[in-house]
């Protein structure tokens, strides 16, 4: 009976071994919060406010934008007008706050809605002349473009322009690559020249314009017709370039209907849109 009696007190004394370590180390995991971090894992994660911001951001970046009508002027399509012109000769219309296309009117449902009417003057966007007469014979300037520019030395035309064909003396003073080149075109691409350069001696002029030039404006569009080629049609605007006439063109001119050309459109609040064609 001995040897009975001695393995039943061994395992006695095993199990409360094993239960004083259960309870100890229930001890430690209650001072380690254990279960509390445990549960904590399982509870669902609310984002922050931060984070709530940045899903908000991202969600807006992925709603289509509202699309805009396509500019069609030439000098973005890289189109030369006649022969030897410049890419700076298209009319410079676009903006980036168009109105949509369904809010958009002819000059003539603009006038019917603004109860107006107009007797502007007809184009089909086209300047047909070449550079003022005056200013040719003062400067010996080719009576056409062809002549003017075989006359100055021909070659291919080419939007792209050489690092070497850009003064450096003009670009010291601040001028761009456009203008500096521009500014060696008088007599081989006057409209190139025009566009950006007032004729030698003259003195460009800003700001709004006077009555004078107002007139001079509209005397020759109406003998020459409007529309591109804005470096010839500059040079019958002293003190003012190519850039200057078209921007006249599109934020004075057009929205009086002071010429009507199909081209464009306007908002209900008068703002010329260029829609091509």
């Known amino acids: ?5 001695v393995g039943l007190s061994s395992e006695n004394e095993y199990e409360q071994q094993r239960l004083e370590r259960i309870q100890r180390n229930a001890v430690k995991l209650q001072q380690l919060a254990v279960q509390q971090r445990l549960a904590d894992l399982h509870r669902p994660i609310r984002p922050t406010l931060a984070i709530q911001k940045i899903r908000a951001q991202s969600q807006r970046a992925k709603e289509p934008a509202c699309k805009q009508p396509i500019r069609s002027s030439a000098r973005v399509r890289g189109v030369a007008a006649d022969g030897a012109t410049s890419s700076s000769d298209a009319a410079n219309t676009s903006h980036p706050d168009e109105a949509s296309g369904q809010d958009l009117m002819t000059q003539q449902e603009y006038l019917t809605y603004t109860g107006k009417e107009s007797t502007g003057i007809a184009t089909e966007g086209h300047f047909n002349g070449w550079v003022c007469p005056a200013i040719c014979q003062q400067y010996g300037i080719a009576d056409c473009a062809a002549s003017a520019w075989n006359e100055s030395g021909g070659g291919k035309f ?15 003073q601040g001028y ?7 500014a060696t075109q008088l007599r081989q691409n006057p409209n190139a020249f025009f566009y950006r350069n007032v004729a030698p001696g003259q003195q460009q002029a800003f ?18 017709g409007i529309g591109d ?24 001119v057009i929205p009086a209907c002071l010429v009507l050309d199909s081209r464009f459109r306007l908002t209900p609040q008068g703002k010329a849109i260029f829609a091509g064609g």
């Open 158 to 172: 080419s939007f792209k322009i050489g690092k070497s064909a850009i003064p450096a003396s003009l670009k010291a």
């Open 229 to 252: 080629k804005w470096g010839l049609f500059a040079s019958y605007i002293p003190q003012r370039v190519g850039y200057q006439c078209s921007a006249y063109y599109r934020d004075v």
């Open 176 to 182: 761009s690559n456009a203008r500096a080149f521009s």
């Open 1 to 5: 009976m001995q040897p009975a009696l």
């Open 207 to 224: 700001g709004d314009w006077s009555e004078e030039e107002h007139s001079l404006f509209l005397n020759t569009a109406e003998k020459h």
